[in-house]
Each structure stands twice: as C-alpha cells, then as structure tokens.
C-alpha cells in the first residue's frame, strides 16, 4: 500500500522527530510546538506560520497564560522559533520555525 502522507506531512514528522530528541525540550515545549506545526499543516505553510495566542493554548492544552508565555519565550530562546508580534487587531502573529537550531539536532 502506498504511503500517503504528502511531503509536508514527512517534513512535519521530521520536525516532530528532531523535537522529541532534544533533552532540552519538555513536554510543554512538545505541545506548543506540535501546536505551532498542526496551524501551519492546516494553512499549508512549514515556515512561517499565523497564530494566535488563544489558538496555539487551545491546541496545545495549556490552560494558564503565565505557563505559555514561560515556555514560549523559552522556545524563543532556544532558536527553535522566532515570533513576530502583531499589534494591529486585523493582523495575526507569526511564527517562523528556525532551521539553524533544528539542524544542530541532527
């Protein structure tokens, strides 16, 4: 039987792969960051990618801002991500997954 998961799919479960082998990454990392790659699965982009706040801790599961914005900043710190706010209400955020620190994980 062919496999049809499609390329975005496979580079997906690579950025899932090289995610879970980070010992620096716990499971609040994992969740926001599974988050941050199912939006851009869905809006069909693997780089950057439109969020929100209240979307990304719906899909995550994390309820309490003061733990989404810990490990979120933290993400940030770590090069997995670079976050460009929006301040416009009509505009959403970005994410753009960074490939520098995912290439050190392989």
């Avoid at 960051?33 to 599961?61: C, E, F, P």
């Avoid at 810990?70 to 460009?84: H, R, V």
Wanted: glycine content about 8%; some cysteine; proline content about 3%.
């Amino acid at each position: 039987m062919k496999n049809n998961i499609g390329l975005k799919g496979k580079q997906i479960m690579g950025y899932l792969s090289m995610y879970i082998n980070d010992s620096d990454l716990n499971v609040w990392h994992l969740s926001i960051l599974t988050a941050i790659l199912g939006l851009g699965y869905k809006q069909g982009d693997r780089r950057r990618i439109k969020v929100s706040r209240s979307k990304i801790m719906q899909l995550s599961h994390v309820n309490t801002l003061p733990t989404y914005h810990k490990y979120f900043k933290q993400l940030q710190d770590l090069g997995y991500i670079k976050y460009t706010p929006s301040y416009h209400p009509g505009y959403k955020s970005e994410v753009k997954l960074c490939k520098k620190r995912l290439s050190q994980n392989i």
